[in-house]
Nanobody, 123 residues
Framework: VQLVESGGGSVQPGGSLRLSCVAS????????MGWFRQAPGREREFVAG????????YYTDSVQGRFTISRDNAKNLVLLQMNSLKPEDTAVYYC?????????????????WGQGTQVTVSS
């Protein structure tokens, strides 16, 4: 099983990044997917989640209207488009997969995690 994130980097406030997560080793469309982030000294926090077919998306309040999560089940791919980035968005971003019906915002509900990709927003 693998989840491999990419697309992180450094950007100025107001800029955009698109994170990708490619899955392998499991039946992708049997899993709901989520993006979490962790800043230094802080707990891992939910950013966005998406259901099995991409019909429903969920966001934490601080990114609502700025970030968009999507998935392509044919490519085993989940994306996070991040616009209007702010310095407080700086963190390592992780992709996760959950097979259960637990609360999507709860990191403990996830079965698999990627290695993370760094996002830095700074002028």
């Amino acid at each position: 099983v693998q989840l491999v994130e990419s697309g992180g980097g450094s950007v100025q406030p107001g800029g955009s990044l698109r994170l990708s997560c490619v899955a392998s080793g499991f039946t992708f469309d049997n899993y709901r997917m989520g993006w979490f982030r962790q800043a230094p000294g802080r707990e891992r926090e939910f950013v966005a989640g998406i259901d099995w077919k991409g019909s429903f998306q969920y966001y934490t309040d601080s990114v609502q209207g700025r970030f968009t999560i999507s998935r392509d089940n044919a490519k085993n791919l989940v994306l996070l488009q991040m616009n209007s980035l702010k310095p407080e968005d700086t963190a390592v971003y992780y992709c996760g997969a959950t097979s259960g019906f637990g609360y999507l915002k709860n990191a403990a509900a996830y079965d698999f995690w990627g290695q993370g990709t760094q996002v830095t927003v700074s002028s």
